[in-house]
């Protein structure tokens, strides 16, 4: 019997075929049968004609495997093979430990081997189309695992309309495989919003989009259904925080710093020159003429809230005044401020209840307070303020210059630094009027002639009973 050289039919190709048979005559040499209860399956003749002339390498053996194992069908061998990218073959390797380890855990801890290739595909697709953010497969199985995404034929799929209409209107890129196996991205990603396919949601149809920002998508749906999940995917736009794997941590620094906590401010009202109108000079300290809008808090508090259910900023900001309220004892008229976030409130607590005030209309000073002052200092230094049946006044001429809305608080003024000005010169004998000394002078000087009759008739009184005088007896 004549024999033929194995190396005639294996060569030195590095096609699939020659290097199977290679592989057949180390087994058959090494006197390795394969188990007869190894359920395995065999490619179809036509799998085996498109493949036997591709290239050979540790992925095509690997695939080969997965497919003979029952894990991966024939399609994804054979269009993976075909394929034949290196860059995906630690994803192939993670897709067979992924089989390993699951053989020896828990059934329900097991990942289905239509899941794992399902998965195997999505991170192969992201390395084969340039269009798709490539993934690994760990980051693949991260998607699968997630609400709103499905997996089709390796493809990041948005089930739920909801976010997917959020992503379109966020403008997220969408795109569908052609004819010719490439990727086409719509350019007007509202137009799918009409497509049919869309609308019936049949994830199944190739003309049903797939999301190419895979890592965003992950990580946006990781937070989505979260208490303000998509106020932080606004945000993180907004502000061009990076959506890498710090989002979720970030979206919990968001909701604590940005949702959940307050900086609450009071201030109580000290004078009421702008009568019953709610203005900013009200609740300010002044010294002389220096007045400013900078009011110092009497109450500063971080405020942080817990709650179980979404809120409006509205309630939020209620719960936080609430609870400043309880630390902390306001009185009448007090103005409370509350910054959240970006946000400003403003209100003032009238009979226990909380009144929203405009930020800028309490801001907006109601008069000239500079030209009120230079009238008052100039009447006061020339001693023209007088008080005229209990009412303070200046001269008439001087009170024409200030405007007919003004006068009403420049009265106010005038009677505050009258009021003022009597009580510094009570409490400070420099400076007072040579009339208050001179006044002041007499009742003292009429207090010591009083003290002086007193003690005087006292001596009298004694010198007589000394005498003997008013005894009631005679010799």
Same mark, same amino acid.
């Given at each position: 019997?004549?024999?033929?050289?194995?190396?005639? &039919?294996?060569?030195?190709?590095?096609?699939?075929?020659?290097?199977?048979?290679?592989y057949a005559v180390i087994s058959s040499v090494w006197g390795m049968e394969i188990p007869k209860d190894i359920d395995l399956k065999r490619f179809s003749d036509e799998a085996v004609n498109v493949l036997k002339a591709e290239s050979h390498s540790e992925l095509t053996d690997r695939l080969i495997f997965l497919f003979g194992a029952g894990v991966i069908s024939e399609e994804t061998a054979v269009s993976l093979i075909k394929a034949?990218?290196?860059?995906?073959?630690?994803?192939?390797?993670?897709?067979?430990?992924?089989?390993?380890?699951?053989?020896?855990?828990?059934a329900e801890?097991?990942?289905?081997?239509?899941?794992?290739?399902?998965?195997? *595909?999505?991170?192969?697709?992201?390395?084969?189309?340039?269009?798709?953010?490539?993934?690994?497969?760990?980051? !693949?199985?991260?998607?699968?695992?997630?609400?709103?995404?499905?997996?089709?034929?390796?493809?990041?799929?948005? $089930?739920? %309309?909801?976010?997917?209409?959020?992503?379109v209107k966020f403008g997220e890129a969408f795109g569908t495989v052609?004819?010719?196996?490439?990727?086409?991205?719509?350019?007007?990603?509202?137009?799918?919003?009409?497509?049919?396919?869309?609308?019936?949601?049949?994830?199944?149809?190739?003309?049903?989009?797939f999301a190419v920002n895979l890592r965003k998508i992950m990580r946006y749906a990781a937070v989505f259904d979260k208490l303000y999940g998509r106020e932080f995917i606004l945000f993180a736009k907004e502000n061009s925080l990076p959506v890498d794997e710090k989002f979720e941590s970030r979206y919990e620094?968001?909701?604590?710093?940005?949702? *959940?906590?307050?900086?609450?401010?009071?201030?109580? %009202?000290?004078?009421?020159?702008?009568?019953?109108k709610t203005n900013w000079?009200?609740?300010?300290?002044?010294?002389?003429?220096?007045?400013?809008?900078?009011?110092?808090?009497?109450?500063? $508090?971080?405020?942080?809230?817990?709650?179980?259910?979404?809120?409006?900023?509205?309630e939020l900001v209620n719960k936080a005044v609430e609870k400043f309220r309880g630390i902390v004892a306001l009185p009448e008229n007090a103005v409370i401020e509350v910054f959240h976030g970006t946000k400003k409130y403003l209100y003032i607590l009238k009979n226990s209840e909380l009144t929203v005030l405009d930020n800028d209309k309490f801001h907006t000073l109601l008069f000239n307070f500079n030209k009120i002052w230079s009238i008052i200092q100039l009447c006061s230094r020339s001693r023209q303020i007088k008080v005229v049946d209990g009412k303070m006044t200046i001269p008439e001429t001087l009170m024409n210059e200030i405007?007919?809305?003004?006068?009403?608080?420049?009265?106010?003024?005038?009677?505050?630094? &009258?009021?003022?000005?009597?009580?510094?010169?009570?409490?400070?004998?420099?400076?007072q009027t040579l009339s208050e000394?001179?006044?002041?002078?007499? !009742?003292?000087?009429?207090?010591?002639?009083?003290?002086? !009759?007193?003690?005087?008739?006292?001596?009298?009184?004694?010198?007589?009973?000394? !005498?003997?005088?008013?005894?009631?007896?005679?010799?």
């Open positions: 019997m004549s024999t033929i050289n194995a190396y005639k &039919y294996a060569g030195k190709s590095d096609k699939i075929n020659p290097m199977i048979f290679r034949n990218k290196a860059d995906f073959c630690e994803d192939i390797i993670a897709a067979e430990e992924a089989v390993i380890s699951g053989i020896n855990e828990n801890d097991t990942l289905p081997y239509g899941q794992i290739e399902n998965i195997l *595909l999505c991170a192969a697709n992201s390395k084969k189309y340039p269009e798709i953010q490539p993934v690994s497969f760990a980051e !693949a199985q991260s998607i699968a695992g997630l609400p709103h995404i499905v997996l089709m034929n390796g493809f990041a799929k948005i $089930k739920d %309309r909801d976010f997917y209409e959020f992503l052609t004819k010719d196996d490439t990727v086409r991205i719509e350019d007007v990603p509202e137009n799918l919003l009409e497509c049919e396919d869309v609308k019936n949601g049949e994830i199944n149809s190739v003309y049903y989009p620094e968001y909701v604590k710093k940005f949702k *959940l906590h307050f900086t609450v401010k009071s201030y109580s %009202r000290k004078r009421y020159i702008c009568g019953d000079f009200d609740y300010a300290v002044t010294s002389e003429a220096n007045v400013s809008d900078n009011i110092p808090a009497d109450y500063i $508090k971080e405020i942080d809230i817990e709650i179980s259910e979404k809120c409006s900023d509205e405007a007919q809305n003004e006068r009403e608080y420049a009265e106010r003024i005038i009677k505050e630094q &009258y009021t003022r000005m009597i009580e510094q010169r009570k409490n400070n004998k420099l400076i000394i001179k006044a002041a002078a007499e !009742a003292e000087r009429a207090k010591m002639n009083e003290q002086q !009759a007193t003690e005087a008739k006292k001596k009298k009184e004694i010198a007589d009973k000394k !005498a003997g005088r008013g005894s009631g007896t005679e010799d």
